[in-house]
């Protein structure tokens, strides 16, 4: 009977087997469909070793789409965008399982904080849920800094390194304390100058309208601005004495991606990029009194084009003097390392997997 069936069991043997080592070759590789503020962007990375940030990005993808607007001026979701929703998200579901043969446990939907602030976001995960049987997350505004921190520094740095990541509203980041126990806590900081805001703040200090746009005027007030941000950054480190200690600056957000952009203008492939205060005072020197050199390198680069279409010259130089006085204000910053976590539109999906990892601790 055996020897009958003997090809058959062989068959299913081998069938298994296949099955078996597909499935553990794909145990390392996670994917992200994130539906942000302004676009669904999609990312996967095949982790080596979690705890060292040691990941390969296989895939990113972008769709843009003013989804923010639109809930800021309906106080919810039009059907147009959850009908877009939906249909990009199966589109690339569809796209990264045929080509990388996911763990459908190891594949992540989440929405960014500002959809909680739409009155029909259950209408939206009803439809994510009955289109692809996967809960859609919205990303808790409070957990925010937790996110970038546990996603955008590496585990062996938690207890040694604290990270700021500048945006368009705020500086927020944060760092994690070593307890008794094994027990981690974590300490969020957030300075209320952003990008954006912090040109708003420039400006409502030229009295005269007609120069509100004028560059010499702003650079000047901008200049005249700087002690009250000084006077921010070191109340935030002066209320925070543990950073003075710690070895790495872990720095992320648009500020810093634009500087890095801009200012070493290649191709680094690296997760993190080293920096030294010294190339952002001189790029400082550039967008202030030669701005044209990067408006003629956009002609040619993509990604400079992308920065200058993404911040004006104005909302530039409020990004390097947020950048420039955080550094400015660290205790013995040339004992430091400061590294740019490039990789931004990653860090939430390597939080969600560094939180399902048995080998990192975060629980703070």
Not at 11 to 29: E, G, P, R, T, Y
Not at 68 to 79: D, S
Not at 140 to 153: I, Q
Not at 170 to 177: P, S
Request: hydrophobic share 45%; charged share 25%; net charge positive.
């Amino acid at each position: 009977m055996i020897k009958k069936n003997k090809p058959q069991i062989l068959f299913f043997i081998l069938l298994n087997l296949f099955f078996s080592l597909n499935a553990f070759s794909q145990k390392s590789v996670y994917a992200g469909i994130e539906i942000g503020r302004r676009a669904i962007k999609v990312s996967v990375v095949d982790v080596n070793n979690i705890r060292k940030a040691d990941y390969k990005i296989l895939y990113f993808a972008t769709d843009r789409l003013d989804f923010a607007a639109h809930i800021a001026e309906k106080g919810e979701l039009p059907q147009e965008d959850i009908n877009k929703i939906g249909v990009t998200v199966v589109d690339q579901l569809k796209k990264i399982k045929t080509d990388f043969k996911l763990l459908e446990e190891n594949i992540f939907i989440v929405a960014a904080p500002v959809f909680s602030q739409a009155r029909n976001i259950d209408v939206l995960k009803a439809k994510i849920n009955t289109l692809t049987n996967k809960n859609l997350d919205v990303l808790n505004v409070n957990e925010e800094a937790k996110t970038l921190v546990k996603g955008a520094m590496p585990p062996v740095d938690f207890a040694n390194a604290f990270l700021l990541d500048i945006g368009a509203q705020t500086t927020k980041g944060g760092y994690i304390d070593e307890l008794e126990d094994d027990k981690l806590e974590f300490i969020p900081l957030e300075l209320d100058f952003g990008t954006m805001t912090l040109t708003d703040a420039v400006k409502k200090t030229v009295v005269n309208p007609n120069q509100a746009n004028d560059m010499a005027t702003y650079q000047e007030k901008a200049f005249d601005f700087n002690p009250v941000l000084r006077k921010k950054v070191k109340a935030l480190l002066d209320a925070n004495p543990p950073l003075a200690k710690k070895n790495k600056i872990y720095l992320s957000g648009g500020a810093v991606w634009a500087f890095a952009t801009l200012y070493y203008n290649d191709e680094i492939k690296e997760h993190y990029i080293p920096l030294t205060l010294e190339d952002v005072i001189n790029y400082d020197a550039i967008l202030k009194n030669n701005f044209v050199k990067f408006t003629n390198q956009a002609k040619t680069n993509k990604e400079v084009a992308r920065v200058l279409s993404t911040y004006d010259q104005q909302y530039l130089i409020s990004a390097n003097n947020i950048l420039q006085t955080c550094l400015e204000s660290i205790p013995n910053l040339q004992s430091k390392k400061v590294l740019f976590v490039k990789e931004g539109q990653v860090i939430w999906l390597i939080s969600y997997i560094a939180d399902r990892s048995k080998k990192v601790n975060t629980n703070f």
